[in-house]
Protein backbone atom coordinates (compact mmCIF):
# COMPACT_ATOMS: atom_id res chain seq x y z
CA UNK A 1 0.00 0.00 0.00
CA UNK A 2 1.14 3.83 -0.97
CA UNK A 3 0.02 7.18 0.07
CA UNK A 4 1.06 10.00 -1.34
CA UNK A 5 3.37 12.88 -0.32
CA UNK A 6 2.53 16.20 -0.88
CA UNK A 7 4.80 16.67 -3.48
CA UNK A 8 2.82 14.22 -5.16
CA UNK A 9 5.22 11.35 -5.08
CA UNK A 10 4.22 7.76 -3.66
CA UNK A 11 5.80 7.01 -0.18
CA UNK A 12 4.73 3.42 2.21
CA UNK A 13 1.87 3.79 4.27
CA UNK A 14 3.55 3.15 7.48
CA UNK A 15 0.05 1.78 8.63
CA UNK A 16 0.32 -1.60 6.50
CA UNK A 17 4.00 -1.62 5.53
CA UNK A 18 5.54 -4.49 7.13
CA UNK A 19 7.69 -4.40 10.12
CA UNK A 20 11.30 -2.68 9.08
CA UNK A 21 14.44 -4.65 10.41
CA UNK A 22 15.78 -1.59 10.69
CA UNK A 23 16.06 0.52 14.40
CA UNK A 24 15.99 3.70 12.42
CA UNK A 25 14.07 4.08 9.31
CA UNK A 26 13.71 7.14 7.57
CA UNK A 27 12.04 7.65 3.97
CA UNK A 28 11.71 11.05 2.46
CA UNK A 29 11.35 12.98 5.32
CA UNK A 30 11.39 16.73 4.86
CA UNK A 31 11.67 19.25 7.32
CA UNK A 32 10.67 22.89 6.41
CA UNK A 33 10.59 26.13 8.62
CA UNK A 34 8.96 29.33 7.96
CA UNK A 35 11.10 31.91 9.25
CA UNK A 36 11.15 35.99 8.78
CA UNK A 37 12.99 35.60 5.54
CA UNK A 38 10.37 33.00 4.17
CA UNK A 39 10.43 29.53 3.99
CA UNK A 40 13.30 26.98 5.35
CA UNK A 41 14.08 23.86 4.22
CA UNK A 42 16.28 22.17 6.87
CA UNK A 43 15.82 18.65 5.61
CA UNK A 44 15.40 17.98 1.96
CA UNK A 45 14.08 14.37 1.04
CA UNK A 46 15.98 12.03 3.66
CA UNK A 47 16.43 8.71 3.20
CA UNK A 48 18.13 6.92 6.43
CA UNK A 49 18.04 3.15 7.61
CA UNK A 50 20.17 2.19 10.74
CA UNK A 51 20.35 -1.50 11.64
CA UNK A 52 20.67 -2.83 15.66
CA UNK A 53 24.46 -2.37 17.42
CA UNK A 54 25.29 0.01 14.73
CA UNK A 55 27.84 2.80 15.64
CA UNK A 56 27.14 5.75 13.45
CA UNK A 57 28.73 9.46 13.03
CA UNK A 58 26.81 12.10 11.55
CA UNK A 59 29.12 14.95 10.26
CA UNK A 60 29.02 17.48 7.82
CA UNK A 61 29.59 21.69 8.34
CA UNK A 62 27.22 23.62 10.39
CA UNK A 63 24.30 24.17 9.42
CA UNK A 64 23.56 21.23 7.29
CA UNK A 65 20.91 19.90 9.04
CA UNK A 66 22.84 17.08 11.66
CA UNK A 67 20.75 18.45 14.23
CA UNK A 68 17.33 18.57 13.06
CA UNK A 69 18.04 15.38 11.90
CA UNK A 70 18.26 13.96 15.74
CA UNK A 71 15.21 15.81 16.47
CA UNK A 72 13.67 13.66 14.04
CA UNK A 73 15.01 10.46 15.28
CA UNK A 74 14.53 11.21 18.65
CA UNK A 75 10.92 12.68 18.01
CA UNK A 76 11.35 16.15 19.56
CA UNK A 77 10.52 17.62 16.21
CA UNK A 78 7.76 16.71 13.79
CA UNK A 79 8.91 15.52 10.15
CA UNK A 80 6.69 18.17 7.62
CA UNK A 81 6.83 15.22 5.21
CA UNK A 82 8.01 11.31 4.88
CA UNK A 83 7.96 8.37 7.28
CA UNK A 84 10.06 8.41 10.37
CA UNK A 85 9.77 5.15 11.81
CA UNK A 86 12.28 4.03 14.94
CA UNK A 87 11.98 0.58 16.52
CA UNK A 88 9.39 -0.21 14.97
CA UNK A 89 6.78 2.89 16.01
CA UNK A 90 5.46 5.41 13.34
CA UNK A 91 6.10 8.57 15.13
CA UNK A 92 3.67 10.45 13.32
CA UNK A 93 1.32 8.56 14.46
CA UNK A 94 1.55 9.35 18.25
CA UNK A 95 0.47 12.32 20.10
CA UNK A 96 2.94 14.47 21.80
CA UNK A 97 2.35 12.95 25.12
CA UNK A 98 2.62 9.66 23.63
CA UNK A 99 5.70 11.00 21.97
CA UNK A 100 7.47 11.59 25.38
CA UNK A 101 6.43 8.26 26.70
CA UNK A 102 8.03 6.09 23.65
CA UNK A 103 11.21 8.59 23.80
CA UNK A 104 11.50 7.87 27.77
CA UNK A 105 11.27 3.61 26.58
CA UNK A 106 13.07 3.90 23.53
CA UNK A 107 15.98 7.26 23.45
CA UNK A 108 18.53 7.68 25.56
CA UNK A 109 19.72 11.48 24.69
CA UNK A 110 23.55 12.68 25.52
CA UNK A 111 23.60 16.49 25.20
CA UNK A 112 27.16 18.39 24.36
CA UNK A 113 26.60 20.55 28.01
CA UNK A 114 25.45 17.55 29.85
CA UNK A 115 21.98 18.87 31.37
CA UNK A 116 22.58 17.26 35.05
CA UNK A 117 20.33 19.02 37.25
CA UNK A 118 22.50 21.04 39.62
CA UNK A 119 21.10 20.27 42.56
CA UNK A 120 20.24 16.71 43.00
CA UNK A 121 23.58 14.66 43.41
CA UNK A 122 25.13 12.33 40.58
CA UNK A 123 22.94 9.53 41.40
CA UNK A 124 19.77 11.31 41.72
CA UNK A 125 20.40 13.03 38.22
CA UNK A 126 20.52 9.02 36.80
CA UNK A 127 17.64 7.67 38.75
CA UNK A 128 15.40 11.00 37.16
CA UNK A 129 14.50 9.02 33.89
CA UNK A 130 13.28 5.92 35.98
CA UNK A 131 11.19 8.56 38.07
CA UNK A 132 9.24 10.48 34.95
CA UNK A 133 8.94 6.89 33.28
CA UNK A 134 7.86 4.53 36.09
CA UNK A 135 10.29 2.38 35.28
CA UNK A 136 11.55 -0.10 37.66
CA UNK A 137 10.39 -0.45 41.38
CA UNK A 138 10.77 3.05 43.25
CA UNK A 139 13.19 0.53 45.65
CA UNK A 140 14.95 -0.48 43.08
CA UNK A 141 16.18 2.53 41.08
CA UNK A 142 18.78 3.26 43.61
CA UNK A 143 20.66 0.16 43.24
CA UNK A 144 20.11 0.33 39.01
CA UNK A 145 21.42 3.80 38.84
CA UNK A 146 24.62 2.56 40.98
CA UNK A 147 24.85 -0.05 38.68
CA UNK A 148 25.53 1.78 35.75
CA UNK A 149 27.95 4.42 37.47
CA UNK A 150 29.96 1.61 38.21
CA UNK A 151 29.83 1.08 34.28
CA UNK A 152 30.90 4.42 33.69
CA UNK A 153 33.56 4.13 36.18
CA UNK A 154 31.92 6.77 38.51
CA UNK A 155 29.95 4.69 41.36
CA UNK A 156 32.56 6.64 43.55
CA UNK A 157 31.08 10.06 42.81
CA UNK A 158 27.53 9.46 43.44
CA UNK A 159 26.77 11.13 46.59
CA UNK A 160 28.60 14.50 44.90
CA UNK A 161 27.07 17.87 43.07
CA UNK A 162 27.78 17.62 39.10
CA UNK A 163 29.72 21.18 39.91
CA UNK A 164 32.29 19.39 42.11
CA UNK A 165 33.05 16.66 39.48
CA UNK A 166 35.04 17.41 35.77
CA UNK A 167 33.23 17.82 32.26
CA UNK A 168 34.87 14.48 31.55
CA UNK A 169 32.90 13.11 34.51
CA UNK A 170 30.18 14.98 34.06
CA UNK A 171 29.74 13.17 30.41
CA UNK A 172 30.17 10.18 31.85
CA UNK A 173 27.09 10.41 34.46
CA UNK A 174 24.95 12.19 31.19
CA UNK A 175 25.72 8.58 29.41
CA UNK A 176 24.51 6.39 33.01
CA UNK A 177 21.34 8.49 32.83
CA UNK A 178 21.01 8.20 28.97
CA UNK A 179 20.77 4.22 29.86
CA UNK A 180 18.41 4.19 32.90
CA UNK A 181 15.54 3.16 31.14
CA UNK A 182 17.59 0.17 29.36
CA UNK A 183 16.44 2.30 25.84
CA UNK A 184 17.74 0.23 22.72
CA UNK A 185 18.72 3.78 20.32
CA UNK A 186 21.55 5.84 22.06
CA UNK A 187 21.55 9.56 20.25
CA UNK A 188 24.51 11.96 21.45
CA UNK A 189 24.64 15.08 19.83
CA UNK A 190 28.27 16.72 20.00
CA UNK A 191 28.67 14.30 23.30
CA UNK A 192 32.90 15.59 23.19
CA UNK A 193 32.37 18.98 21.85
CA UNK A 194 32.95 20.53 25.58
CA UNK A 195 35.93 18.18 26.92
CA UNK A 196 39.43 17.69 26.10
CA UNK A 197 40.73 14.89 23.33
CA UNK A 198 41.78 12.59 26.06
CA UNK A 199 38.49 12.98 27.69
CA UNK A 200 36.52 12.48 24.67
CA UNK A 201 38.60 9.11 23.73
CA UNK A 202 37.59 8.02 27.01
CA UNK A 203 33.80 8.67 26.36
CA UNK A 204 34.14 7.15 22.71
CA UNK A 205 35.70 3.53 24.89
CA UNK A 206 32.22 3.86 26.62
CA UNK A 207 30.28 4.38 23.14
CA UNK A 208 32.62 0.97 22.06
CA UNK A 209 31.40 -1.03 24.44
CA UNK A 210 27.51 -0.24 24.79
CA UNK A 211 27.72 -1.16 20.62
CA UNK A 212 29.55 -4.35 21.56
CA UNK A 213 26.67 -5.20 24.17
CA UNK A 214 24.13 -4.71 21.59
CA UNK A 215 22.83 -0.98 21.70
CA UNK A 216 22.88 1.58 18.72
CA UNK A 217 24.52 5.13 18.90
CA UNK A 218 23.93 7.85 16.59
CA UNK A 219 26.40 10.48 17.39
CA UNK A 220 26.55 13.58 15.43
CA UNK A 221 29.92 15.12 15.52
CA UNK A 222 32.68 17.91 14.16
CA UNK A 223 35.34 15.87 15.52
CA UNK A 224 36.76 13.86 12.02
CA UNK A 225 39.20 11.89 14.24
CA UNK A 226 36.41 10.40 16.51
CA UNK A 227 33.75 10.07 13.41
CA UNK A 228 36.85 7.91 11.67
CA UNK A 229 36.55 5.48 14.68
CA UNK A 230 32.95 4.62 13.87
CA UNK A 231 31.81 1.91 12.04
CA UNK A 232 29.69 4.24 9.28
CA UNK A 233 29.95 7.84 8.30
CA UNK A 234 27.03 9.40 6.60
CA UNK A 235 27.77 12.98 5.28
CA UNK A 236 25.13 15.21 5.34
CA UNK A 237 25.33 18.42 3.42
CA UNK A 238 22.10 21.54 2.62
CA UNK A 239 20.45 19.36 4.64
CA UNK A 240 20.98 16.49 2.34
CA UNK A 241 22.62 13.07 2.71
CA UNK A 242 25.34 12.81 0.56
CA UNK A 243 25.57 10.25 -1.80
CA UNK A 244 28.14 7.64 -1.74
CA UNK A 245 29.65 6.18 1.31
CA UNK A 246 32.12 7.27 3.57
CA UNK A 247 34.51 5.15 5.40
CA UNK A 248 36.49 5.58 8.33
CA UNK A 249 39.59 6.96 7.21
CA UNK A 250 38.20 9.54 4.46
CA UNK A 251 39.50 13.26 4.73
CA UNK A 252 36.41 14.21 6.69
CA UNK A 253 38.28 17.40 7.85
CA UNK A 254 37.55 19.47 4.95
CA UNK A 255 33.69 18.04 5.04
CA UNK A 256 33.47 19.87 8.24
CA UNK A 257 35.35 23.02 7.55
CA UNK A 258 33.22 26.00 6.92
CA UNK A 259 29.46 27.26 7.17
CA UNK A 260 27.11 24.91 5.49
CA UNK A 261 25.20 27.44 3.25
CA UNK A 262 25.45 31.00 1.64
Not at 52 to 77: P, Q
Not at 158 to 165: E, G, I, N, Q, V
Not at 224 to 236: E, S
Request: charged letters at 25%; glycine letters at 10%.
Amino acid sequence: MFRRRRDGSAAVDPATDAATPHLIDLRGVVKDYLTDAGAFRALDTIDLQVDRGEFVAVVGRSGCGKSTLMNMITGIDRATDGVVRVAGQDLAALSEGKVAEWRGRTVGVIFQFFQLLPTLTVVENVMLPMDFGGHRHPREREGRAMELLDQVGMADQARKLPASTSGGQQQRVAIARALANDPPLLVADEPTGNLDSLTAEVVLDLFRALVDGGRTIVMVTHDADLAAQTGRIVHMADGRIMDGRLDPGDDLAALMAGPARA
